[in-house]
Every structure is written in structure tokens, then in C-alpha cells.
């Protein structure tokens, strides 16, 4: 057996790697902390350990080459918010002193092999998971001996079978009725045919709203508009980058001089291989696979293609994509139709280091200047520019106009452990997309209510349902017009203006227009119509209906009974899940949270 697990100690390290990893993230990591940096997080005061930290983000980052900025930012963040849940679940299981037996260690060996290993050959018989083999290799004392599975054992006896045994006990509180579960399977499986009466939002003008109604709204409901989250707003200024004119004319004279290179005998392949952009065909000497007709490249490029003779080479192209040198590889005629195969070479067209190095200069200018004591409003239109002030952002996100910039929340919410910086502009930050200057502008900690930053919302909210009134009004009074309907057809599926009528099969947990999918209101409104009777307004998110009943149809007593069976068994299992889910995010949404990670990754 020993020799057994020398000849595939790879399978097995591969096997438990996954196990040791999710133990060291189920650790409590409070007393891992070896020096005395500040924590890359805490929770409730306790101390996350940065060299797990640390340790898992490269682990995870190798698996994940070639990421953004901005999908690693959101990584560290993503995998902060883990420890944090991880930390409050091993907090949980010691308070509640949930130990594993022996016993429930074997039988979880058993019924829930670790990941991977149905997939190894010494476990396969004719390419088939034997779990004869898997048994005798779990009854071998040997096997206990290998390291990796004494890491194993112990996420076992720790972290995996406690895990378990917490989601059972806090899954254990959720009790399904009969009753509850006989109303929802009524309410999927009795149907209704019926014609459905909408008004159709455009056609509606919005409402001008008043400042004392936004003011009263907010004055009535502050809780409302709770702030969640540390919000803030800059100033800044953003040049695109975009290629120059001269930065475009110096790509044309390359695409120039590598034409006359290939002419003069150079191999187009290896100058496609060494030199074109496009990552699909450069590996493959510039070839676009097989003959090609017409309309599957873009016009610049298809025109020139097919203009050519077999094995001439193009002046450079230019298209969307930047600058092409193609070559001709022959052409034939396939269904009366000419078809040619062709290589080419790619050029993009993308500003220079010299183009982004004078934007910003601008900017570092504007910078300094505003260091010395001038306002940054008056520095940029100094320059001819003028600074806009962004929306809201909360703590990773963005600015809709630009998208991602790095460095924007490093700089909008500064870490109090970071050395002040004296500067009142943020460092020039540069993305592919933009070159950018911040100053800060606002800034609303969490907890707090804020009528400007409400303002939009309510003033959005009134302006919606004045409008849905509107609507429902309108079908009110013009109810005269459709109330002979009975079937449709093509006269009066749009009998009058501003409405649509239109037939539905639903139950109380379908879509209807208008009303939406599985809502109170539509609950109300297929609970409260008679058959055969326009009813209603019922009013939505952001229109009206009224509804005629055409037919009900309710499932049988033997029909009803056998879904209700099934529902009481997948109820309480989802129910359970939710439960567990939703304890969980409560925890961490009480927890006192601290996020140290600007102090050690600059985005």
C-alpha cells in the first residue's frame, strides 16, 4: 500500500489540496496573526490573518491569469467578504460547541468522497468510479498516515461535518405548515384564461414634481432612505485615450514598410506571427481558415479581399479593427458562388506611450497648480476643461460615464491607518479607456439619511405613481370602450388608444403585463375578479391593468393532494437553505466590519 501511494502521491496531493484550502479559510484566523502589521480585515474586533490572506489570494491568482484591474480588485474584495463569513460561521460552531464523531467522520468518507476522486484511475474500473476500490483504500490504516489526508481529517472533524451539523440546526427552525404548502401549490396550480386591459406607459406623459412634495416625503419617511453603505461623490476631470493623428499616420507608414518588406521576399507568415494583433489567426501565419464568400468580414475588408488576385498583397486596409495587410490565397466559385481564402495581417490602432504621457502632463499640471493654492475648478478652465461632478459610489464601484478607474476608491474613501496625503487631487490614474484627476467632493458615511442624495429616488417614485394613477384613471373612464369584449381578434386586440388588449394563461404565481411575475398585487387582482366581469384598475411597478376573467380552473382533490407531498418535501428543504442563507448574511450584516486592503494593494 505504501508503494501504492508513493507511485501517486500527485493524484492524492490534488485530492486533498481542496480540503486543506478550505480548512485554512474555516481556521479561526484570530490568532494567526504573526507580525504586527495592521490585519487586512477584522470583525468585531478580531483580527483576520494576512498571511492566509496573502497565501489564498495567490493561490487563487494563479488559477486566474491574466486578470483586470479591476476583476482583481474585486477578488481581494470578494475573498475579504469570505474570511469575514468564514470567521463569524467558526465563531458560531464554537459557541455551539459542535464537535464531529468518529463515526459521522467515516460515514462522511463515504457518502461524500472529496471532490475529484471518482475521477482517478486507481479508484475506475472500465472507466467507471469503483467505490469497492475507494472502500478498501479508506479501510487501509495506511492511508491515514499520508499528510494530506491527516489535513483532511481534521477539515472533517473541524470545519466540513460542524458546517453540516450548524445548517441542520439552524435549518431546524423552519417549519413548514400543511397549510402554507396547500396555499402555494392552490396558487401554481389553479389557472386562469383571461383577457388583460393595458395601458401603455409611453403613451402617458410624466408629472412635474414639487419640491414641498419631496420634501414631505422624505420629512414622513426618513427610515426610508437609509444609507447602507459610505457613499461619495468627486470632481474630475477625464481625457479618452485615442489614438492621435499622428499616432494613427505612424501606424499607416508600419503597415506601409511591412508591405514592402513581404514584396521584397520577407515570409508574410512570420511577419504575421511576430507582428499582427489578432490573437486567432497570428499563430497561424495570418490564415482565416478555409474560402470565404462574401459578407462574412466587414466591407473594408471584404472588398479588398476579393479584389485581389491570388497571392497579391494588399496596400493597408483600413477597418474598425485597425490596419490590415492581406494577401490573397486563391479563389473559387462553390453553389455559383465566389469565394476567397485569405491571410492577414492585423495593426490596431491604440494611442501611443508619448499620446497618454501629454494628457497626463495636463493633468499633473492642474495638479501642482492646485497644491499651490489654486481651486481646481479654476485651474481646468484655465486649460479649457471643466470638471464634472460624478453620482454617487459606494466603496469598489465605479462611475457610470467611465466605467472602472483604479485608484478612485483608494482615493474617495482613504483608510484612517494611511499616512494623510497633503495633496487635495488625487494621482492621476490611467486605464485603457481614460486618463483621470479626482477631488473629492462629498461624502455620506453609512447610517446616515441625506434629502439631496434621496431627492432623485423620491422625486422618480412620484413621478411613477402619478403616472400609474394616470393610467388607471384613464381605463376607468374609457372602461365603456372594451367592456363588450369577449375573444379577440385582430379589430380588437387594440380596440383603443393608449391601451392593449391582450389574452393570458396564468395562475397566481405566473407573468401578466403590466402587474409582473408572482406580486401581491397580482395576487389581489386574480383573487378579487369575477368571472366575466372587467375588473380592476390594479396598478404596478410602472402601469395599470384591468382584467377579465374568462375561466378558472382549480386542480382536483387526488391532483392537489399528490403536489402537496412534493411540496412539503422541497418546501422545507428550500426553506431550510434560506434559512441558514439569509441567519448567515444577518450575522455579517450586524458584524462591525474593518477592510484594511488599501493598505496593502493599490488598485
Known sequence: ??????????????????????????????????????????????????????????????QQAGQSKEQAAQLREELLRSF?????????????????????????????????????????????????????????PATYDIPFMKEYENMLKTIKIPDKQLRVFIGAG???????????????????????????ANDFEDVSISQSSIDSVFKAEPDSFFIADDLARVNYIAFPVEASTKDIDDIYEYAKTLVAQIKEGVDFAEIARSA?????????????????PHGRWVAEFDSAAFALDSGEISSPVRTQFGFHIIQSLGKRVENEEEQVKARHILLGITATLETTDSLMAILNEIKAEVDDGKKFEEAAKAKGLEPKLSTWFKRGGEIPELGYIPGLSYYAFPNPLRP???????????DSNWVVIFEKADYLPAGSRNLDYARPRIEQDLKRSAKVKAIADYLKANLDKFA????????????????IIDSASISFEGFLPGLGYANTELYKALATAKEG?????????????????????????????TALRDELSTFWQFGSFSAYGDYIRNLEAGAKVVNNLDLYYRE
Not at 29 to 34: H, I, V
Not at 187 to 199: H, I, P, Q, S, V
Not at 420 to 430: E, T
Open 484 to 499: 363588450e369584449i369577449a375573444v379577440l381578434d385582430s379589430a380588437s386586440k387594440h380596440s383603443i388608444e393608449k391601451v
Open 1 to 62: 500500500m505504501l508503494t501504492w501511494i508513493s507511485e501517486n502521491a500527485k493524484w492524492v496531493i490534488y485530492i486533498f489540496i481542496i480540503g486543506i484550502v478550505a480548512g485554512l479559510l474555516f481556521m479561526d484566523t484570530s490568532g494567526l496573526q504573526t507580525d504586527n502589521r495592521p490585519p487586512v480585515g477584522t470583525v468585531n474586533g478580531e483580527k483576520l490573518s494576512n498571511d492566509l490572506f496573502d497565501s489564498r489570494l495567490r493561490q487563487i491568482q494563479s
Open 420 to 430: 494623510k496625503d497633503a495633496s487635495k487631487l488625487s494621482d492621476v490614474s490611467q
Open 276 to 292: 499582427s494583433e489578432d490573437p486567432g489567426s497570428a499563430a497561424l501565419g495570418g490564415e482565416l481558415g478555409e474560402h470565404t
Open 174 to 200: 423552519f417549519h413548514p405548515s400543511t397549510l402554507e404548502a396547500k396555499h402555494k401549490v392552490l396558487a401554481r396550480e389553479t389557472k386562469f384564461e383571461l383577457l388583460n386591459a393595458l395601458g401603455n
Open 84 to 140: 469575514v463569513q468564514q470567521h463569524l460561521i467558526q465563531k458560531l460552531i464554537a459557541e455551539a460547541k459542535i464537535k464531529a464523531s468518529v463515526y459521522e467522520m467515516n460515514r462522511d468518507l463515504r457518502t461524500d468522497p472529496p471532490q475529484g476522486i471518482d475521477r482517478e484511475p486507481i479508484f475506475q474500473t472500465d472507466s467507471v468510479f469503483d467505490f469497492a476500490k475507494y472502500e478498501s483504500w479508506l479501510n487501509d
Open 533 to 561: 366581469v372587467w375588473s380592476g384598475p390594479y396598478t404596478g411597478g410602472q402601469s395599470a391593468v384591468m382584467i377579465k376573467v374568462l375561466s378558472k380552473s382549480v386542480p382536483s382533490e387526488e391532483a392537489l393532494s
